[in-house]
Structures are given as structure tokens and as C-alpha cells.
């Protein structure tokens, strides 16, 4: 029956899917560590439990881009926005001193463009390898109806793991305390939905034109790639000089800093003590933002702060510096709650 | 000044996001178990590997609901669609003989309607408990501009455990083995595309109206919830009699079953072995679909294959009779390639 209906009439195309899938076998085996004990195509991603640990805890965590995608779609790149999610996942285990294992993505479009979804695969590839994570599995969905043409969602799921004894929860956090923050790229991967407001509408610009301030185009400093502070914090966790981390992503230094403080401890953070890029400026005068929003939609060039007691402080720059990611200290901690400017 | 952007304004609206996380902590908490050490609104959620495993693999998968979703929307029902998710990530892993010990979820939408999101995650919570697994986190990501109102989109991420000397991997599987076929309670997560075509489009039905053959209406029929495997695996998995297994979703017996077959070998299905329920007959007929093509959109009431020596049939059927699922034997393995119909 030539006019019955078939999955392919119906906008579903299993051959082009498989043939897809085919494509990322190499870039998923480019990720591959002695632990990884599966290969692409199998039901579920196999992982050896690493046997060099005495009570392993593993540490998980799901995320997204938001709408920093939107950007990649107007710019048509899509092979920063992988490496921002793996990035943006290894810092959210990262603050409980996991180091990461493995990875999957979920991507999810209307329809598949193979090209695309390659480079996005890349990128999730390249953010897997730079932070020494096997990419696991993952899932590329055909959701007819559900996206516009030539756009997509992309959200990523880590598994790492911590010796328990070596736990970072914040519990060992005390008055006197000193904050370090660590540099941010840009805007990393929140406050987008604002930010473009303020970009294309506000400010009426494209992704080609220059964003005033910042000497760059708007495509390529909202789309600087979300940093992993896996190779700048490796050294100190290490050590076990950390109290420690907060991960700046929603909600700004007063919405993520206060989840690690103990109860009756507040923080003072200065500043003057770090330059906040340019970038951050432009948006607030583009967009005549206030500065409390500010603070709490982006993270004013400060991706992560680590708690440290005031002697470590120049341990913890260097550390960072050596790895090419600056620091400063910006901060302090004392009785109290939440997060004071001075 | 009143006149500048917020992020409020932008869309976004952090408050909101922050209440709704609150409504949830009590459907997280309703999945801990020993093993989980963290509570919602950590960075990562923090889980101990099982102690009582000589050589434990972790075995991970990442899944959608695919356009079932769709279906959801316009019966306005989202408590299903979490249960699905689970049980599509539990079955996919399981076919590798894991039991799950957590889950992360990811929903998101271009506003979050607090009362949507609770459903769906009660759904995922429920899932989860059915399953003996922990909620362990997720991402509720407010992505404005990129899902229709009244729209989401769900995505969940599994891992479980298997000592390493448990993992099946279908590498048992021998020419005269047996296929054991368990029933699905209706098109579990795939072929909804097409189906949604058929119905709403060929046959002119709405999610009330009756699906004719099925004594029940075209929502019912259509969000059935996928099955978990899990309890009738449970004890044939314990026993070690299964050589290998087969979650049939998107490509049917066609598309799965020779994803765990060892080259040089093949199975034979027999059509007559089962009865394929009403639904798939009235999905066929209502869009002419050929036959191939049913096999290779559709489960046909097959949900999961269980791969056995003849002789261990009956105990596989008594353990999935034992917990309500019907199985029935419907073929064989032995020399050739692929699935062959008889």
C-alpha cells in the first residue's frame, strides 16, 4: 500500500539517525580511558568503579546551556556550546572535590541536520577530553513539533567521583576565612535570556558587530566557552587546603556562595578587588541594569570562589595562574549570613 | 531606574524557579535510600558506591519521552510521563543485568508552570521508588522562546550497578536459545510520531474519544505507562540463567534484538506466538502501515526479550507471571543474521 503511512512520512528517519549515530562512534571513542568498558551503540554505558579509592562516593550532576544556544543558532556555530555544558557540569561536582568519570548528552531537535549535530558531539567531545572524562552514551532525540527549524536543546548528565574523607561541603568553612575568585571567560552559561534582551533588542546589535567595549564580536564574546576549573583547583584540592567552593552560575555570587556557608557565617566580598570585564559593564549600560541585578543574573567575571584559610591564598593563585586562569582575593568570611558587598 | 531591564522582565524569573525547587524537596526525599548523602540543592548530588560488590561496573544511560509528550499536552496529564522515563532508562540498563541506584532528570520549558513541574516530578519521584532508585537531582531549565506554551521537554539519566562477572552482554547467547517475549502495556516511549499521525490526523480522533478496539480512550490507550522490567528480571537475573536481553524501543524486535546477537547468529520470531494487542491492529489499519513497517516503528506487545536455554523458559514466564507481566515463548536463535518472521 504505496499510500499507507510510513515513520519517514511522519518526519522520523531511522536510517538517517543510525547513519548519524555511525558518524560520532570516532568522536565518542576519542574519549575513551581504561574504564570505559563500553562501546557506542550498547543499551547503557559501561564504567569500571575506579578500585584505587577506599570508600568511593559518587557525585552527579544534570545540566544545560539555556539559551546561550540561542546565540550559537544565530551565529550558526555549534561547537563551543558542548564544551560549555561538559565544563559547566565538571564545575558542578568539581565544588564537592569530585573529579569527573564519564558523561552523556541528551540533544534533543525537530529534525536532524547530521552536520550539526556532529559539531555539536564534537564539542562535547572536546570538553570530555580536556577534562579527562569518557564520554559514555547519550541520546539524540527526533522531536517533531517541538523545535523551530534549525535549533535545538542540549543538556549533559556527569558522574565523578570522591574519596569520602575527602568530601568538599563547605562544613569546614570558619570565620576569618579568606574568598578566592577565579576568572570567568564570560558570561559562561547564565543570564543569557537577559543578556540577548539587552544585546539584539536594547541595543538593537547582530552577532557580527563589534559589542562595544569589549574589542570582539557579540557572536564571540557570548559564546566564549564556559571555563572547567578542574586543572586550576587539581593541585589545591590535592592538598586539602580547600574549605570550600562555590560554582557562580544562576543566581550570581549572593545566590551560589551562600549554599556552602555553615549556618551563622556570612560573606564579605570587596569590590574593587578584581576587575569586572568589560563585557559586564556593556550589558549594564546597555540594558541600564541595576546593579543588584547584576550581581545576581551573572557572575561579573568571577566563575568560581574557593574558601580557603588566608594562608593558602597565594597557593590557590598560583595554582590557577599556572594553568593560566587568574585569581584574586576578594573576600572574606565572618559571623553572619549571606553575601555583603563592601 | 525603573525603566532598565531585570531578569524578571527578561522573562525569567529566579524567585519562582527557587519556590518550585521547594515543593519538590519532599518527592526527593521520598527516594533516598542508604546509599544517598545529599539533599536537593547541593551542586551534585552525592551517592556511596554499593560496598558489597567485588568488581562493581557502573552501567549509565540517557533518555527522552520523545513525542509521547506531545500526547500529554493535550490531555493535560503530567503525571505519566516521569514514570515512563524511568522505567525506559531502568529497562536499558538492565538489559546489561544492572539494578539502578540513581536518577537525574531534566525538564525544560519557556515558562515553568510550578504546578506542571510538580506533576511531572511526582511522576519521576514514583518512578523511581517503583524502581528502588534515588532521585539524586535534575535541572529545571527555563529556556524562553524555545517550547510552545504549555510545552516541555524531559529528558532523565540512569545509572546503575552490576558485579562485573553478572554484566550480560548477549556474548551467552547460542544457536538453539530461546526467546522469551514480555508483554509491553502499549507503545512504551516509541513510534509516537507516526501514531499521533494515524490518530489525530488519519483517523480525526481527539485524546477523549474512544480508540476503537481498545475499550478505552485515545489518552489512556496512548500514555499508558512504559514498563520497568525490573521485578520480573529480578530473579532470573539472580539465578544467572539469561544468556541475554533486549529493551525493544525505537526499531522494534528488527531494530534490538540483533544489537545483542553474536555474529553469525540470528533469531526467528513467530507471529503467532503472542497476541499483538488491539492498539497496534487499530494503529495499523487506521494508517495502512505495512507490515515491515509496524515491526520496525512499533513494539507490537513486546516490550522486553529474554534470551534462555530451552530449558529455562518456564521459570522466566513463572518469574514475570509472579509480578503480572505475561510472557510467552516466541522463537529461537540460530545460524544466520537479524530477525527473521516466521
Not at 539559551?67 to 550558526?76: E, H, I, Q, R, S
Not at 548528565?157 to 574568598?179: M, P, W
Not at 564556559?226 to 560554582?247: D, F, K, M, N, T
Not at 541594569?289 to 574558601?307: K, Q, T
Request: hydrophobic share 45%; glycine share 14%.
Amino acid at each position: 500500500m504505496a499510500e499507507g503511512l510510513s515513520y519517514r512520512d511522519a518526519g522520523v528517519d531511522l536510517d538517517a539517525a543510525e547513519r548519524a549515530k555511525e558518524r560520532l562512534r570516532e568522536l565518542v571513542a576519542s574519549t575513551r580511558d581504561a574504564n570505559t568498558l563500553s562501546e557506542l551503540g550498547s543499551f547503557g554505558g559501561l564504567y569500571s568503579v575506579p578500585a584505587d579509592l577506599q570508600s568511593p562516593v559518587l557525585v552527579s550532576s544534570a545540566d544545560g546551556v539555556g539559551t546561550k544556544l540561542k546565540v550559537a543558532f544565530a551565529a550558526g556555530r555549534h561547537d563551543t556550546v558542548g564544551q560549555c555544558l561538559v565544563n559547566h557540569c565538571v564545575n558542578d561536582i568539581l565544588v564537592q572535590g569530585a573529579r569527573p568519570l564519564f558523561f552523556l548528552d541528551y540533544i534533543a531537535a525537530g529534525s536532524m541536520d547530521e552536520n550539526v549535530v556532529r559539531e555539536i558531539v564534537w564539542g562535547v567531545a572536546q570538553g570530555c577530553r580536556d577534562n579527562r572524562c569518557a564520554l559514555l552514551g547519550g541520546e539524540t532525540a527526533q522531536m517533531q513539533g517541538f523545535y523551530a527549524e534549525g535549533e535545538y536543546d542540549l543538556a549533559g548528565f556527569i558522574v565523578g567521583v570522591v574519596e569520602r574523607a575527602k568530601l568538599v561541603d563547605g562544613s569546614a568553612v570558619r570565620a576569618g576565612d579568606a574568598l578566592v575568585g577565579l576568572a570567568s571567560t564570560g558570561l559562561h552559561t547564565n543570564g543569557y535570556t537577559l543578556a540577548r534582551r539587552i544585546v539584539f533588542d536594547a541595543m538593537g546589535l547582530g552577532v557580527t558587530d563589534e559589542l562595544p567595549g569589549t574589542g570582539t564580536s557579540v557572536a564571540h564574546a557570548l559564546l566564549a566557552v564556559h571555563r572547567s576549573y578542574l586543572p586550576a583547583l587539581r593541585e589545591p584540592l590535592r592538598q586539602g587546603i580547600v574549605h570550600g567552593l562555590a560554582h557562580i552560575t544562576g543566581g550570581g555570587v549572593p545566590g551560589n556562595l551562600p549554599r556552602i556557608l555553615p549556618s551563622g557565617l556570612g560573606a564579605t566580598v570587596k569590590r574593587a578587588s578584581w576587575p569586572v570585564p568589560p563585557l559586564f559593564q556593556t550589558l549594564q549600560r546597555g540594558g541600564r541594569v541595576e546593579l543588584e541585578e547584576m550581581d545576581r543574573v551573572f557572575n561579573m567575571g568571577i566563575g568560581m570562589i574557593v574558601v580557603v584559610d588566608p594562608k593558602s591564598v597565594a597557593a590557590v593563585v598560583e595554582a590557577a595562574k599556572a594553568v593560566g586562569v587568574q585569581g584574586w582575593a576578594i573576600g572574606s568570611i565572618g559571623a553572619g549570613e549571606g553575601v555583603t558587598y563592601a
